[in-house]
């Protein structure tokens, strides 16, 4: 997402600190800031894990459905035609993500996390 710039730049810390980061971000890396100054980084932190979270739940929604769709012969073209007018941004994004098989036909590894590493070894 930074290629591309679109994150969301969380700026927490002294506000002397967050001025100087800030000409790298919006525009740059990111599609916007949220601005924490003078707030302790740890607060940018919990943001993001209760971001992550959103995000986590919403894929977890949508694949839900789209399995059940696929199941009771509604079919994912439906869902997705559903999802792109009811839920726009995110959510259809990630429907065309999950439509496309984009989650289980990669080859290659993103974010440097293979999920063969997922497995806990038994000693």
């Given at each position: 997402?930074?290629?591309?710039?679109?994150?969301?730049?969380?700026?927490a810390g002294p506000a002397s600190a967050?001025?100087?980061?800030?000409?790298?971000?919006?525009?740059?890396?990111?599609?916007?800031?949220?601005?924490?100054?003078?707030?302790?980084?740890?607060?940018?932190?919990?943001?993001?894990?209760?971001?992550?979270?959103?995000?986590?739940?919403?894929?977890?929604?949508?694949?839900?459905?789209?399995?059940?769709?696929?199941?009771?012969?509604?079919?994912?073209?439906?869902?997705?035609?559903?999802?792109?007018?009811?839920?726009?941004?995110?959510?259809?994004?990630?429907?065309?993500?999950?439509?496309?098989?984009?989650?289980?036909?990669?080859?290659?590894?993103?974010?440097?996390?293979?999920?063969?590493?997922?497995?806990?070894?038994?000693?």
């Open positions: 997402m930074a290629e591309s710039g679109q994150l969301v730049c969380v700026l967050v001025e100087k980061v800030k000409p790298y971000t919006k525009g740059v890396i990111g599609r916007a800031n949220i601005d924490f100054s003078d707030q302790p980084q740890g607060k940018a932190t919990h943001l993001k894990i209760i971001g992550n979270t959103f995000i986590l739940n919403m894929v977890e929604t949508l694949s839900e459905g789209h399995a059940l769709a696929e199941k009771s012969g509604l079919g994912n073209d439906n869902l997705h035609q559903f999802v792109e007018i009811m839920f726009p941004g995110p959510y259809t994004a990630y429907s065309q993500r999950l439509k496309g098989g984009d989650y289980y036909k990669r080859e290659e590894v993103r974010g440097g996390f293979l999920w063969s590493m997922n497995r806990k070894t038994r000693h």
